[in-house]
């Protein structure tokens, strides 16, 4: 977050300047949701302007709402490209504007329309964030979305499985409807867990596809936009590799290079005699990973803080593959 601007000392430009000279980082995420509320365009201003007379020369993204973005919001968009500024996060959620509606969401997607025209007028890139699974939701609502996924073109698109995380109003709603039981484990809860409910609209047996579907189209959107966006942006991303170090460690990057090779000819990672550690192996997707690699001949490390459970799956593995070995801890 930022300083306040009565506060100079807390100032975020404070910390990126000491960081970029420090470290030599030169790509920098702000987590603000609120960068271009109303009240808080004063510090937006701020912030671009700070980053002109200490002459940073830096790259930078941030996040906020689609509402946000008009024609008020554009000259700051434009002050952001003039230092720097890559990509503006948008949480965009549904196509839908009855979920949009039901989910207390607060802006349409005729808003985000808007907000996607005015980002590439100012020659930004848009990220944007997607949901999939609320309780109501139906096939041809989940088919909305991604033709709005299609209609926004983002540079990169999230998709996420819906989540009633504990203690939420969408928690009790999902158990109200018996998309969840209320001893529901509590390690399953995450965006990407397939063991979310889905909706009252859509049958038990259709949901896996559904999602599968889903999470498909998103991985060839991205990498489709990946390709196309390489050379004509190929500052930026030579500045993440350096920021991560990837540039001096060759073997991981190319790691990845054989992983996407294998993956785009088909092929399949060979996982015979590899040692694989896995926390929160006890229940989900961590004791679910724990089978796939016993089957595929690893020998693997299990960490959870459920040791009865632990025992259990231990003594499971070793049953499916007396040959490799398994840890726990």
Avoid at 85 to 109: M, P
Wanted: glycine share 6%.
């Amino acid at each position: 977050k930022f300083g306040s601007i009565t506060n100079p000392s807390l100032d975020i430009l404070e910390e990126i300047e000491r960081t970029h000279k420090d470290y030599k980082t030169r790509y920098f995420y702000l987590c603000d949701d609120v960068f271009l509320y109303p009240k808080d365009i004063p510090r937006a201003y701020e912030f671009c302007e700070g980053l002109i007379k200490r002459e940073l020369k830096i790259l930078w993204s941030t996040q906020t709402r689609a509402e946000t973005i008009n024609e008020k919001t554009e000259p700051i968009l434009k002050l952001m490209k003039k230092t720097g500024g890559q990509h503006i996060s948008i949480g965009v959620e549904t196509g839908s504007d009855r979920i949009s509606k039901l989910i207390k969401k607060g802006n349409r997607a005729e808003d985000v329309r808007k907000a996607a025209e005015i980002i590439r007028r100012n020659s930004l890139y848009m990220s944007a964030f997607f949901m999939f699974g609320f309780p109501w939701e139906t096939e041809e609502e989940i088919q909305q979305t991604l033709k709005l996924l299609k209609e926004l073109n983002p540079t990169v698109a999230f998709p996420y499985i819906v989540t009633p995380t504990l203690g939420t109003e969408l928690h009790k709603i999902a158990i109200d409807l018996n998309l969840i039981h209320p001893t529901f484990e509590f390690e399953k809860f995450y965006h990407e867990s397939p063991e979310m409910g889905l909706s009252i609209n859509i049958p038990k047996e259709k949901r896996k596809i559904i999602i599968d579907n889903v999470l498909e189209v998103f991985s060839e959107h991205n990498k489709k936009q990946f390709r196309r966006t390489l050379l004509k942006r190929w500052y930026f991303y030579y500045t993440l590799m350096k920021d991560y170090m990837i540039l001096k460690n060759p073997r991981v990057f190319l790691g990845h290079v054989n992983d996407l090779i294998k993956k785009g000819t088909g092929g399949k990672m060979d996982l015979n005699d590899k040692n694989v550690i896995i926390t929160g192996a006890s229940s989900g997707i961590g004791r679910n990973c724990a089978i796939e690699f016993i089957k595929n001949g690893s020998n693997v490390f299990l960490v959870s803080r459920n040791k009865e459970k632990l025992e259990k799956l231990r003594d499971e593995l070793r049953a499916i593959n007396p040959e490799k070995k398994v840890y726990i801890r």
